[in-house]
């Protein structure tokens, strides 16, 4: 997933840790955290650049620093809009994060401030939060009241020129809103059959392919990258890293959207193979296993995996053994680490075959929607709970490509959002359907 938001992200993400942090923070030291966002958010909300200047004067910067802070909330601003806080959270005696919501499009967002150590402001990170349970509300929906409230958001971010793209919610079986909005980039209106790029959600395709193997012993999700290609020149990686690092983004190894050769020559990059050199001079960003950082080379190397073990193309494999299994007649491959095209009604086929055991056996099914590295990433998917519902899938994001694909394991719901417009407002629909199906 290549993420094209205006926002600073924060992309490691440290595993297994057992600090209470929050407990070490005094009385006053949050009561200091909670002003200085509160403070910011005021000042945010102004959208006024002299404001900024002068939030930001106060807080030490040099000239520089708050040119370049300055221009970053103003596009932030420019972006998302005025927000209000919903909720703060004491991360530790110099990080305080406050969850908001977007008054435009209720959206929600994370803005997280980071002190030094006497609790001066150091930077700001502004990032896609998603539905939080913590927010979940009071009074379940009836079917039509969903219906209504998704239908009538949708044409919102249509109307605003935000949204292009199809929405699509079955209860099992049983569709219950499918619709199209807006047109696509040559200026048709979209409709049913639209084909529309997938981005990082084609890594829930390579994930299959992977398990698909293991199940059949071919991959075992604990050996290492030199079991299946000996010859990998990057004898770390080959060493230390396992299928299971690969397929949960705990490997180490970064990103080759990053690479400035890749950058250089995009389209020299067809096939699995032509990324090899990319991928053996990947420099692991911790050891494998000991954090979280998304790796769209470690779906690429599965790919490599993949087709060094049947011995043909990892796009033959996937078309035969998890596109024709599905019944999936509009759908396009493209690399391990995603891309590609697809339709809603592919797409439900592919959630329809999954709940099926037509492409896993039940065991390995099982395994594929419960496995999860710290409760959120699974085995080349995602994994969120909202109160007593666990959600399984994927999304992606590109220029001109947002998607959402997502599985209400204890409901039974699936909602498909796919939208040929830039991120992220496809997303805010996935997060507004999760929003008024799991109300209690």
């Known amino acids: 997933m290549k993420i094209i938001y205006f926002v600073a992200i924060c992309v490691v993400i440290t595993l297994f840790s057992t600090d209470n942090t929050k407990a070490q923070v005094s009385i006053s030291q949050k009561n200091k955290l909670t002003t200085l966002i509160n403070s910011f958010i005021e000042v945010y909300n102004s959208g006024d650049s002299v404001e900024y200047n002068n939030w930001f004067v106060k807080s030490g910067f040099n000239k520089t620093e708050i040119e370049n802070a300055v221009k970053s909330n103003l596009n932030a601003y420019q972006y998302i809009g005025k927000v209000k806080i919903r909720k703060t959270d004491i991360i530790s005696p110099t990080n305080v994060e406050a969850w908001v919501q977007t008054i435009a499009f209720d959206s929600w967002w994370k803005f997280s401030l980071v002190t030094d150590s006497s609790q001066n402001f150091k930077y700001r990170v502004i990032q896609p939060a998603g ?11 009836t079917e039509s009241e969903i219906v209504a409230e998704v239908d009538s958001y949708c044409k919102r971010l249509t109307d605003s020129n935000v949204f292009a793209g ?11 809103y499918s619709k199209s909005f807006g047109n696509n980039p040559q200026g048709k209106p979209n409709n049913s059959e639209t084909q529309f790029g997938l981005a990082s959600l084609g890594k829930m395709f390579t994930a299959v392919s992977i398990l698909q193997l293991v199940q059949q012993k071919q991959v075992s999700l604990d050996s290492t990258v030199a ?8 004898k770390t990686i080959a060493k230390e890293v396992t299928i299971r690092h690969l397929l949960t983004h705990t490997s180490g190894m970064g990103d080759f959207f990053e690479n400035p050769d890749y950058q250089k020559n995009a389209a020299n990059y067809k096939t699995a193979s032509d990324f090899l050199p990319l991928l053996e001079s990947d420099t692991l960003c911790f050891k494998p296993g000991s954090s979280w950082q998304y790796s769209n080379s470690g779906f690429v190397l599965l790919s490599l995996i993949i ?3 049947i011995g043909k193309p990892f796009t ?13 007649t509009m759908t396009e491959v493209g690399s391990g680490a995603g891309g ?4 809603v009604p592919d797409l439900f086929h592919f959630a329809k075959a999954l709940k099926s055991n037509k492409l896993l056996n039940r065991e390995t099914t099982k395994l ?7 409760g959120t990433w699974g085995l080349g998917s995602v994994h969120q709970k909202l109160g007593n519902e666990m959600i399984f899938g994927h999304g992606g994001d590109y220029e001109g490509v947002c998607t959402d694909f997502g599985m209400y394991l204890n409901s039974g719901h699936t909602v498909i959002v796919l939208s040929n417009m830039d991120p992220p407002f496809a ?6 359907i999760k929003e008024l199906i799991i109300r209690k």
């Open 131 to 141: 539905f939080d349970e913590s927010f979940i509300q009071e009074g379940k929906l």
């Open 166 to 176: 199809n929405v699509f919610i079955a209860d099992n079986e049983r569709v219950i």
């Open 227 to 234: 079991t299946y290609l000996p010859g990998f020149k990057n």
């Open 307 to 309: 087709e060094k073990v």
């Open 316 to 328: 033959n494999y996937v078309k035969t053994n998890v596109l024709q299994k599905s019944g999936m």
């Open 340 to 343: 590609g095209l697809s339709t």
């Open 368 to 374: 594929f929607f419960e496995y999860t590295v710290d």
């Open 427 to 432: 997303h805010f629909i996935s997060d507004k």
